[in-house]
């Protein structure tokens, strides 16, 4: 569990700082169950940062035109 109050809480801009971009964030929240606990790491963040460079990568090679960030 992460809580302010525990010490264990990391904000989005700290992410931004640390080199990951939102939309990783976005990615690994979204892909878990509503239901389910998210067991947030670095680990779970990075591996959905490469799931998302996957993706734009995939959009990528069928043509499709990025949106700016």
């Known amino acids: 569990r992460m809580g302010k109050s525990e010490g264990n809480f990391v904000s989005l801009q700290t992410l931004v700082e640390r080199g990951y971009e939102p939309l ?3 990615y690994l ?3 878990n169950h509503y239901r389910s606990y998210l067991n947030f790491s670095d680990e779970a ?3 959905a940062d490469r799931a998302l460079m996957g993706l ?3 959009l990528y090679d069928a043509g499709a ?3 700016p960030l």
């Open 45 to 47: 963040l990075k591996a």
């Open 29 to 31: 929240v979204l892909n």
């Open 24 to 26: 990783a964030y976005r």
């Open 65 to 67: 035109e990025p949106e």
């Open 56 to 58: 734009r990568r995939l």
